[in-house]
């Protein structure tokens, strides 16, 4: 007598075999009395795994953390793979039971191939498969899964439970061959450690499939499937680790690089530098040599040559004419000993102009009222010297200085040779907060008119207004400061006036 079979349970009255699961899917019938088996495969104990949970959420969380930080989809894609099985673990551990609620037994039926959906999202973005075609062909498949699964519960067909795990095998091995392309073309680690959990967990579901489809299951017997996901999270891990070390090395290496193109351009610049400096350095001194032989030879060098002249003068005037008496030479030298003086002054401004720093205008005319002064007496000329107290603390750089003082000598100078006056004012007056003025006024054009008893005329032959090389000289001079030059006549006898603005101040 055989022993009697214990009653098969209700689950494995419902659960066809695999042979039979097989030639459903093949025939499309339906069947009756039972309601859909679910997707993936579970205890019949009903065992709970909060621990998996955890794992999965707290892995989940973070790599949403990632995906948003890093702008990165494939963090994304694990991140709400490992979420949505946190929650199934969570909430449905045992599988949805006979009163649960037809919209959670439909999402639990359609969770797994969500769940495998993004994964396959994750795997095809780590080997550089996730293309626009890709994401529509598994998205397409994930609404497919929903309304098989919904099929499935509603119906109720379990036919349409048997086409949602047959799909989900499929897309599984798709990914799979997909993987295994990949990680014989790219022969990279990520890509084989992929391959290898792809081949471990279809190898899992398959065998799920085919234990609890045996009517003789017990309720003893584990699904090792909702196991699948802690090998996923490993090698998860694992690769978020080895790109972390893979990017840390290379902002290391980037970092070196910067700081050897930093160090490159900064010896570039430096060398750049010093031939800049060197060429403005060469410019200056080239500039400086130009000023002091211009100064020299507008100043210095047509008195030594005015010097000359007069030598050679005295020369011939100290030769008495052929039986006669000698002539005096007084004048002559008189002439000379002024040409010297003026070129003892020429060679103290030329000296002067090397100077840097800045000094009162008012000193450095002083020192050229010092040294001109015997010079216009022993022309017959007295110097007065009219300074307003509002211009006595004005300071010019050295140059500006210089300009100013070869203007005033050589209106001075003009003075001594073509005035024929008797008194000269040296003006110098602030008009208002931006200009100052400076003024040599002499009454050489009134003693002409006073001795040939004529008034003074309103117009002044070009002659005497536009001169020789000197004005020209002053002017240039004056167009050097950004001044304004005026020479004419003026109610006191002849007027060179300079009007030029103060430091700090616009040029008007």
């Known amino acids: 007598m055989k022993p009697a079979r214990p009653a098969p349970g209700r689950a494995a009255r419902c659960a066809p075999r695999w042979r039979e699961l097989l030639a459903l899917a093949a025939s499309g019938l339906l069947g009756s009395g039972c309601s859909a088996a679910p997707l993936i495969a579970v205890d019949a104990s009903g065992l709970r795994s909060p621990w998996i949970a955890g794992a999965a959420g707290a892995l989940g969380v973070l790599a949403l953390l990632l995906a948003g930080r890093a702008r990165r989809s494939g963090y994304g894609w694990f991140g709400a793979a490992s979420l949505l099985w946190a929650l199934r673990e969570a909430t449905l551990p045992g599988g949805p039971g006979a009163d649960a609620m037809p919209l959670t037994a439909v999402l639990h039926q359609a969770g797994f191939a969500w769940i495998a959906v993004l994964g396959a999202l994750y795997a095809m973005n780590v080997v550089g498969r996730d293309t626009p075609r890709t994401r529509l062909v598994l998205g397409g498949w994930a609404a497919v899964a929903l309304a098989l699964a919904a099929g499935a519960v509603l119906l109720p067909a379990p036919t349409l439970g048997t086409l949602l795990r047959a799909g989900t095998l499929a897309m599984a091995m798709g990914v799979l061959w997909v993987l295994a392309t990949a990680a014989r073309q790219q022969r990279s680690t990520p890509a084989l450690l992929l391959t290898v959990t792809a081949v471990i967990g279809l190898a899992i579901g398959l065998r799920d499939l085919w234990v609890f489809g045996q009517p003789e299951v017990g309720d003893a017997v584990v699904a090792w499937s909702r196991y699948t996901v802690l090998l996923l999270i490993a090698v998860a891990a694992w690769l978020l680790v080895d790109e972390f070390t893979r990017s840390s090395a290379e902002l290391r290496a980037l970092n070196r690089d910067l700081l050897d193109r930093v160090a490159q351009k900064e010896r570039d610049l430096q060398m750049a530098f010093e031939g800049t400096r060197l060429r403005d350095q060469q410019r200056a001194v080239l500039a400086e040599r130009d000023r002091i032989l211009r100064e020299m030879h507008d100043g210095l060098g047509g008195r030594l040559v005015a010097a000359m002249a007069l030598t050679s003068q005295v020369e011939r005037q100290s030769l008495p004419p052929p039986g006669g008496e000698p002539r005096s030479v ?77 203007i005033v000598r050589e209106a001075l100078t003009n003075v001594i040779k073509h005035a024929h006056a008797t008194v000269v004012w040296l003006r110098l007056e602030a008009r208002g907060t931006q200009r100052l003025a400076l003024a040599v006024v002499d009454n050489g054009l009134q003693q002409r008119m006073s001795e040939a008893q004529v008034d003074m005329p309103l117009f002044v032959p070009p002659s005497i207004v536009h001169g020789g090389r000197g004005l020209a000289n002053m002017q240039r001079r004056a167009t050097a400061l950004s001044a304004r030059l005026d020479s004419g006549p003026h109610p006191e006898g002849w007027a060179v006036t300079l009007e030029l603005p103060l430091p700090g101040a616009a040029a008007g």
């Not at 003892?344 to 010092?370: G, M, N």
């Not at 002064?373 to 004005?394: I, K, T, Y």
């Open 330 to 406: 007084d004048e002559p030298l008189r002439d000379l000993k002024l040409t010297l003086d003026d070129c003892l002054v020429e060679l103290r401004l030329a000296l002067d102009s090397l100077e840097t720093d800045q000094r009162p205008l008012i000193e450095a005319l002083a020192e050229l009222r010092f040294r001109v002064e015997p010079s216009l007496r022993a022309a017959g000329v007295r110097l007065v010297w009219q300074l307003d107290d509002a211009a006595s603390e004005v300071e010019l750089p050295a140059a500006e200085t210089l300009h100013v003082l070869r």
